[in-house]
T-cell receptor, first 112, second 115 residues
Framework: DAGITQSPRYKITETGRQVTLMCHQT?????MFWYRQDLGHGLRLIYY???????DKGEVPDGYVVSRSKTENFPLTLESATRSQTSVYFC???????????FGPGTRLTVL | AQTVTQSQPEMSVQEAETVTLSCTYD???????LFWYKQPPSRQMILVIR??????QNATENRFSVNFQKAAKSFSLKISDSQLGDTAMYFC????????????FGKGTKLSVKP
């Protein structure tokens, strides 16, 4: 399917476990982004990537790791999950022709 | 730092009527982009409308239009002929585009359309 997908859509894990959230886009967009959405905060940028093997921190990067070996994939890893990382996570990619971001469906992560 | 402020946490409107959602932002740059995204209960973030700061003409998309006041740093969204399907969270967002394409979001306005 064309577009941007995220998996899993829902995840429950325990404190201290490693969790990886997947993001895949079929548009060959260079830029990709990870945001988290929390009540009262809107969406905040965690990490972004300008191209394969190029990543950079956003506003709230602590506790997260990203990689981008292929243009179409941008996984986000929580190395040791904490309860404060309970959130909804959105991946997005940027259409440079219009400077517009398009979002995946989101992953709801619960850390117990 | 750039900020985006949505001063109306919640709003409601009767079906078929018109409603305006407010957004203000802060930047010292002259070139940037503004967006409204809709987030229905499904949680999907859906682009509603975008505005390029160098364009004076206000953007429109069917029943959705914006009032872009660059000097006042204001970017309001008008929804005409409101429909039940317009019930959602609406987020105003700002971007410089290009290599600084990350979005800065307001905290959202929850819009309820009542039958």
């Amino acid at each position: 399917d064309a577009g941007i997908t995220q998996s899993p859509r829902y995840k429950i894990t325990e404190t201290g476990r490693q969790v990886t959230l997947m993001c895949h886009q079929t548009w060959s967009h260079s830029y990709m982004f990870w945001y988290r959405q929390d009540l009262g905060h809107g969406l905040r940028l965690i990490y972004y990537s300008a191209a394969a093997d190029i990543t950079d921190k956003g506003e709230v990067p602590d506790g997260y790791v990203v990689s981008r070996s292929k243009t179409e994939n941008f996984p986000l890893t929580l190395e040791s999950a904490t309860r404060s990382q309970t959130s909804v996570y959105f991946c997005a990619s940027l259409d440079h022709s219009t400077d517009t971001q398009y979002f995946g469906p989101g992953t709801r992560l619960t850390v117990l | 730092a750039q900020t985006v402020t949505q001063s109306q946490p919640e709003m409601s409107v009767q079906e078929a009527e018109t409603v305006t959602l407010s957004c203000t932002y802060d930047t010292s740059e002259s070139n940037y982009y503004l967006f409204w995204y809709k987030q229905p209960p499904s949680r999907q973030m859906i682009l509603v409308i975008r505005q390029e700061a160098y364009k004076q003409q206000n953007a429109t998309e069917n029943r959705f239009s914006v009032n872009f006041q660059k000097a006042a740093k204001s970017f309001s969204l008008k929804i005409s002929d409101s429909q039940l399907g317009d019930t959602a969270m609406y987020f105003c967002a700002f971007s410089y585009g290009g290599s600084q394409g990350n979005l800065i979001f307001g905290k959202g306005t929850k819009l309820s359309v009542k039958p």
